[in-house]
């Protein structure tokens, strides 16, 4: 049995609340993910999701309390000193976010925000050694004419292309794992079918590790290999993916299966999650 | 359908935005023709959707038929009269016709103002009497929605997603219109939520005879709710009809792109999980 | 980018054109009659209209604009005859009082007004700057709440209650600084330093405070940006997140209102200068307003307009050059 890429274990992550109190977020989720493999982790808002990538990645908003192990290639990488995690972080895990225009700096171009990442990890690369990197990633996420969109700035890209160069700062180091959080969702969908054909390509040629977070049933069934079901900062159901599908075991994973609006299903009333789902008021949510 | 005539009706609208930026003294703006050339006809009772991807021109669109942005050219009818260049009273009279459900639900209701004062506010704007005092009223239509009618003196940050969303959708309802025009109404939601704001939707069609214009990117809702489908594209139309001929046959390039970029769970699986269902079903 | 300066600068000359015109009818207007001011003791009303006739006072409202708007770029004479003045371009009017040419006396004070301003810029924007990034890094400890509450004093304390303590203080209690002088940087360096600190550290002290407060929640929204995040998930040092990726876009307003105030300083710190016997523009101002002498006022009046507006298109320039968003939909 080899080490797995990310060992997820007993992860508890909480916020103090106003009262003095405490709120859990996520509680005790574990997965593993093994080095090359895909996960999958579907929920609705508020499942913790999200918490949980930032959690892998060192990222959790200050005053959040975490317990519980996170492991990659069988280091203990949970809580670790912000200066040792940023060494991990860009390098061996990388992430790409929901919201490309936002998630990019309107005031340096592309390719600058692309070597300061390959920089970052590599202290003796020449600025030139690292423009080319950057040039080759953009290559590699299929920017056209990428050597002289390298100088224009995110404003100037389309949002597919911008998620492209999100994705390229993310190869540019060549990590072991790759988290994405919501790729697609702030996309078109024939912009979301690019950039899900290139994640799949990505994953084919460089055989990184994929950890992807959604809330798109549809989008989770074609892309990974295992499937964890998050509701309330709980796992509820974790699968293969073919097994999660054709036959879910918890209630919870049926009803949201069921409430998945289709565009070859008859049309009829929906199923709903009744109790099942955790539709808090918002005031709750945070 | 076709015999009888259209509540609302749009004929070859056209909007125009001027870009930002500055030209120069003498340049002209560079202009985007953001809807170009659009023709709908919403018939009682059905749902009409529009469906396309971003700067598609499909919310522009929406706007129009609104009313709640002016066209460039084209005309809007409701019910057989020309309501393009309504003003005043008119238009008044117009919006108790025809209202609107946005997509976020938060942003669209007032956060100081108590469900009351929101739902409400439509007919006191008109100038019109809130039949059987404010609070009956209120109570009654947060039934017809499916909210609590105990909750009408709270505020909507305490209520969920889907819950504002219904309190929007109880304001368009509160001046009895015949046209609700939902401009991506159930994009923001989550999923669960989402169905059963479509449901809701739906059964207030079957009880109410209402017709809806409905604005989405989301393909699978789209075929869940409408009877007919119009694709747009760059400002344009570039297919129309029956919901089952669209989806079951496009013929339109940019339809057929459209639908093939959907993602979809296999079908083997979903098979698969259907006979497990109706076996549970069968034996429970 | 020409077309777009070319229509940029048009629009400066109007502005430029409507402020003299604005500022001449209200002169005008409201102010008292120049001849009865040059008149003099042994005044009668004969005397009077003579000179008015000699300036041109009895002229229509318009005929005296273009005239004055032809002295500006050509120069003119006051009067006909022997008693005539000669105010060479650009001539923004003639000072009965000092007998000088409006535009001869300010161009004398302005490098001292043009040093009160440098040196309180530098100053405030270093304070300002700094102690706005301090308070953002440092939210919620001591030294936040210890910038913020300098920068409310900064704000709430009137300039000329600081200026006065501050003089007591430092140079008739401790003795640490003389009164200041009037000499230059060539003549004597130190004793230049020690005389313009104080009217620096007076007229600082007000910017700096809302500049603290600008930076200090600039800053703070920049870092929660999604940008940021994306600088700190690429495993940039915190040092380079900061600098690069929320001190840049949150300082980018911060040098647009710089350039505004800046601007607005170079027509003169009429009170700081008036309280230091700074021998500058405001000063001069503020003594010209004492006596109602109207030429200087209105000369002031327009050149301190010009800065603003010349300043207003300096910061549009800077700003397009700062931000890659308004640089490309402009070129």
Same mark, same amino acid.
């Given at each position: 049995?080899?080490?797995?890429?990310?060992?997820?274990?007993?992860?508890?992550?909480?916020?103090?609340?106003?009262?003095?109190?405490?709120?859990?977020?996520?509680?005790?989720?574990?997965?593993?993910?093994?080095?090359?493999?895909?996960?999958?982790?579907?929920?609705?808002?508020?499942?913790?999701?999200?918490?949980?990538?930032?959690?892998?990645?060192?990222?959790?908003?200050?005053?959040?309390?975490?317990?519980?192990?996170?492991?990659?290639?069988?280091?203990?990488?949970?809580?670790?000193?912000?200066?040792?995690?940023?060494?991990?972080?860009?390098?061996?895990?990388?992430?790409?976010?929901?919201?490309?225009?936002?998630?990019?700096?309107?005031?340096?171009?592309?390719?600058?925000?692309?070597?300061?990442?390959?920089?970052?990890?590599?202290?003796?690369?020449?600025?030139?050694?690292?423009?080319?990197?950057?040039?080759?990633?953009?290559?590699?996420?299929?920017?056209?004419?990428?050597?002289?969109?390298?100088?224009?700035?995110?404003?100037?890209?389309?949002?597919?292309?911008?998620?492209?160069?999100?994705?390229?700062?993310?190869?540019?180091?060549?990590?072991?794992?790759?988290?994405?959080?919501?790729?697609?969702?702030?996309?078109?969908?024939?912009?979301?079918?690019?950039?899900? &054909?290139?994640?799949?390509?990505?994953?084919?040629?460089?055989?990184?590790?994929?950890?992807?977070?959604?809330?798109?049933?549809?989008?989770?069934?074609?892309?990974?290999?295992?499937?964890?079901?998050?509701? &309330?900062?709980?796992?509820?159901?974790?699968?293969?993916?073919?097994?999660?599908?054709?036959?879910?075991?918890?209630?919870?994973?049926?009803?949201?299966?069921?409430?998945?609006?289709?565009?070859?299903?008859?049309?009829?009333?929906?199923?709903?999650?009744?109790?099942?789902?955790?539709?808090?008021?918002?005031?709750?949510?945070? | 359908?076709?015999?009888?005539?259209?509540?609302?009706?749009?004929?070859?609208?056209?909007?125009? =935005?001027?870009?930002?930026?500055?030209?120069?003294?003498?340049?002209?703006?560079?202009?985007?023709?953001?809807?170009?050339?659009?023709?709908?006809?919403?018939?009682?009772?059905?749902?009409?959707?529009?469906?396309?991807?971003?700067?598609?021109?499909?919310?522009?669109?929406?706007?129009?038929?609104?009313?709640?942005?002016?066209?460039?050219?084209?005309?809007?009818?409701?019910?057989?009269?020309?309501?393009?260049?309504?003003?005043?009273?008119?238009?008044?009279? =117009?919006?108790?016709?025809?209202?609107?459900?946005?997509?976020?639900?938060?942003?669209?209701?007032?956060?100081?103002?108590?469900?009351?004062?929101?739902?409400?506010?439509?007919?006191?704007?008109?100038?019109?009497?809130?039949?059987?005092?404010?609070?009956?009223?209120?109570?009654?239509?947060?039934?017809?929605?499916?909210?609590?009618?105990?909750?009408?003196?709270?505020?909507?940050?305490?209520?969920?997603?889907?819950?504002?969303?219904?309190?929007?959708?109880?304001?368009?309802?509160?001046?009895?219109?015949?046209?609700?025009?939902?401009?991506?109404?159930?994009?923001?939601?989550?999923?669960?939520?989402?169905?059963?704001?479509?449901?809701?939707?739906?059964?207030?069609?079957?009880?109410?005879?209402?017709?809806?214009?409905?604005?989405?990117?989301?393909?699978?809702?789209?075929?869940?709710?409408?009877?007919?489908?119009?694709?747009?594209?760059?400002?344009?139309?570039?297919?129309?009809?029956?919901?089952?001929?669209?989806?079951?046959?496009?013929?339109?390039?940019?339809?057929?792109?459209?639908?093939?970029?959907?993602?979809?769970?296999?079908?083997?699986?979903?098979?698969?999980?259907?006979?497990?269902?109706?076996?549970?079903?069968?034996?429970? | 980018?020409?077309?777009?300066?070319?229509?940029?600068?048009?629009?400066?000359?109007?502005?430029?054109?409507?402020?003299?015109?604005?500022?001449?009818?209200?002169?005008?207007?409201?102010?008292?009659?120049?001849?009865?001011?040059?008149?003099?003791?042994?005044?009668?009303?004969?005397?009077?209209?003579?000179?008015?006739?000699?300036?041109?006072?009895?002229? *229509?409202?318009?005929?005296?604009?273009?005239?004055?708007? %032809?002295?500006?770029?050509?120069?003119?004479?006051? %009067?006909?005859?022997?008693?005539?003045?000669?105010?060479?371009?650009?001539?923004?009017?003639?000072?009965?009082?000092?007998?000088?040419?409006?535009?001869?006396?300010?161009?004398?004070?302005?490098?001292?007004?043009?040093?009160?301003?440098?040196?309180?810029?530098?100053?405030?924007?270093?304070?300002?700057?700094?102690?706005?990034?301090?308070?953002?890094?440092?939210?919620?400890?001591?030294?936040?709440?210890?910038?913020?509450?300098?920068?409310?004093?900064?704000?709430?304390?009137?300039?000329?209650?600081?200026?006065?303590?501050?003089?007591?203080?430092?140079?008739?209690?401790?003795?640490?600084?003389?009164? *200041?002088?009037?000499?230059?940087?060539?003549?004597? *360096?130190?004793?230049?330093?020690?005389?313009?600190?104080?009217?620096?550290?007076?007229?600082?002290?007000?910017?700096?405070?809302?500049?603290?407060?600008?930076?200090?929640?600039?800053?703070?929204?920049?870092?929660?940006?999604?940008?940021?995040?994306?600088?700190?998930?690429?495993?940039?040092?915190?040092?380079?997140?900061?600098?690069?990726?929320?001190?840049?876009?949150?300082?980018?307003?911060?040098?647009?209102?710089?350039?505004?105030?800046?601007?607005?300083?170079?027509?003169?710190?009429?009170?700081?200068?008036?309280?230091?016997?700074?021998?500058?523009?405001?000063?001069?101002?503020?003594?010209?307003?004492?006596?109602?002498?109207?030429?200087?006022?209105?000369?002031?009046?327009?050149?301190?307009?010009?800065?603003?507006?010349?300043?207003?298109?300096?910061?549009?320039?800077?700003?397009?050059?700062?931000?890659?968003?308004?640089?490309?939909?402009?070129?």
């Amino acid at each position: 049995m080899t080490t797995p890429l990310l060992e997820v274990q007993d992860l508890t992550i909480a916020f103090p609340t106003p009262g003095g109190g405490s709120a859990e977020v996520v509680s005790e989720l574990g997965f593993a993910l093994p080095p090359g493999g895909s996960l999958g982790i579907v929920g609705e808002s508020g499942s913790g999701k999200s918490m949980t990538s930032l959690a892998v990645m060192g990222l959790l908003p200050k005053g959040a309390r975490l317990a519980g192990r996170i492991r990659l290639a069988g280091e203990d990488i949970a809580g670790l000193p912000d200066r040792r995690m940023r060494a991990i972080r860009g390098d061996r895990i990388a992430m790409v976010f929901q919201d490309p225009l936002s998630s990019l700096n309107p005031y340096y171009a592309v390719g600058f925000q692309i070597e300061e990442a390959y920089r970052a990890h590599r202290p003796r690369a020449t600025r030139r050694e690292a423009r080319r990197v950057a040039v080759e990633a953009m290559e590699r996420v299929h920017i056209p004419d990428a050597a002289r969109r390298a100088g224009h700035y995110p404003h100037q890209f389309s949002g597919g292309m911008r998620q492209r160069v999100m994705i390229a700062i993310a190869l540019s180091t060549e990590p072991d794992l790759l988290i994405a959080d919501e790729p697609t969702t702030a996309l078109d969908v024939t912009v979301q079918a690019q950039i899900l &054909a290139l994640l799949r390509e990505i994953r084919r040629d460089t055989g990184t590790g994929l950890v992807l977070i959604t809330h798109d049933l549809a989008v989770v069934s074609e892309m990974v290999d295992d499937v964890v079901v998050m509701r &309330a900062g709980r796992c509820v159901e974790h699968a293969p993916v073919a097994r999660l599908f054709s036959d879910p075991q918890h209630a919870y994973t049926r009803a949201l299966l069921d409430a998945v609006p289709r565009l070859d299903d008859e049309v009829g009333e929906l199923r709903t999650v009744r109790a099942a789902a955790p539709d808090t008021p918002r005031e709750g949510e945070r | 359908m076709t015999d009888t005539a259209p509540l609302l009706t749009a004929r070859g609208l056209v909007r125009e =935005f001027t870009l930002r930026g500055r030209a120069g003294a003498f340049g002209r703006r560079p202009v985007l023709r953001a809807v170009d050339g659009v023709d709908l006809d919403l018939y009682p009772g059905e749902t009409l959707a529009l469906v396309g991807e971003s700067g598609s021109g499909k919310s522009t669109t929406a706007r129009l038929a609104a009313r709640l942005l002016d066209t460039s050219a084209g005309t809007v009818e409701f019910e057989g009269e020309d309501v393009t260049r309504r003003t005043g009273a008119a238009l008044h009279r =117009f919006r108790s016709g025809v209202q609107v459900v946005f997509q976020d639900p938060y942003s669209s209701l007032n956060p100081r103002h108590t469900v009351e004062r929101i739902v409400t506010a439509p007919l006191t704007y008109q100038g019109r009497e809130v039949p059987g005092g404010a609070r009956a009223f209120t109570r009654a239509l947060l039934e017809r929605v499916g909210l609590d009618p105990d909750h009408s003196t709270r505020y909507p940050a305490q209520f969920s997603g889907g819950q504002a969303q219904r309190i929007g959708i109880a304001r368009a309802l509160a001046v009895g219109p015949k046209v609700v025009i939902c401009d991506e109404a159930v994009s923001a939601l989550d999923v669960s939520v989402q169905a059963q704001v479509i449901n809701l939707l739906r059964r207030l069609q079957r009880e109410e005879g209402l017709s809806y214009l409905f604005i989405a990117h989301d393909l699978a809702v789209v075929r869940q709710l409408a009877d007919r489908v119009a694709v747009m594209h760059q400002g344009k139309v570039v297919e129309s009809g029956d919901r089952d001929a669209v989806f079951g046959a496009p013929e339109h390039e940019y339809t057929r792109t459209l639908l093939a970029a959907v993602p979809r769970i296999r079908p083997e699986w979903e098979a698969a999980r259907r006979a497990r269902q109706r076996e549970r079903e069968a034996t429970a | 980018m020409a077309r777009y300066l070319l229509a940029r600068l048009s629009g400066v000359v109007l502005i430029l054109v409507l402020v003299c015109l604005f500022t001449f009818t209200v002169f005008f207007v409201l102010s008292p009659d120049p001849a009865v001011q040059i008149c003099g003791k042994n005044c009668n009303p004969e005397l009077i209209e003579r000179i008015r006739g000699n300036l041109g006072l009895d002229e *229509p409202l318009f005929t005296q604009f273009t005239t004055f708007l %032809g002295g500006l770029f050509a120069g003119r004479a006051y %009067g006909t005859g022997e008693g005539a003045v000669e105010c060479a371009a650009p001539c923004l009017g003639y000072s009965f009082q000092s007998s000088q040419p409006v535009w001869e006396m300010i161009t004398e004070r302005l490098p001292v007004t043009v040093t009160v301003a440098v040196g309180a810029a530098v100053l405030w924007l270093l304070a300002g700057v700094v102690g706005g990034l301090v308070g953002a890094l440092r939210q919620g400890t001591w030294w936040d709440r210890g910038a913020m509450v300098i920068a409310l004093s900064g704000l709430s304390i009137p300039n000329y209650v600081f200026a006065l303590v501050l003089q007591y203080v430092l140079v008739v209690e401790l003795e640490w600084l003389p009164f *200041p002088q009037a000499v230059t940087l060539a003549d004597d *360096p130190a004793l230049w330093f020690q005389s313009y600190l104080m009217p620096w550290i007076v007229l600082a002290f007000a910017y700096a405070s809302v500049y603290a407060r600008l930076t200090r929640a600039n800053v703070i929204d920049t870092l929660e940006e999604n940008f940021v995040r994306t600088a700190r998930a690429k495993g940039l040092p915190r040092g380079q997140v900061i600098r690069r990726h929320a001190l840049r876009p949150a300082l980018t307003p911060v040098a647009t209102i710089f350039g505004m105030d800046f601007a607005g300083l170079l027509g003169g710190a009429l009170i700081t200068e008036k309280v230091f016997g700074i021998n500058g523009v405001g000063k001069m101002t503020a003594d010209a307003i004492g006596r109602n002498d109207q030429p200087v006022i209105m000369g002031v009046t327009l050149l301190a307009a010009a800065f603003v507006v010349v300043g207003n298109v300096v910061v549009d320039l800077v700003y397009t050059a700062l931000d890659p968003r308004v640089r490309l939909t402009v070129a």
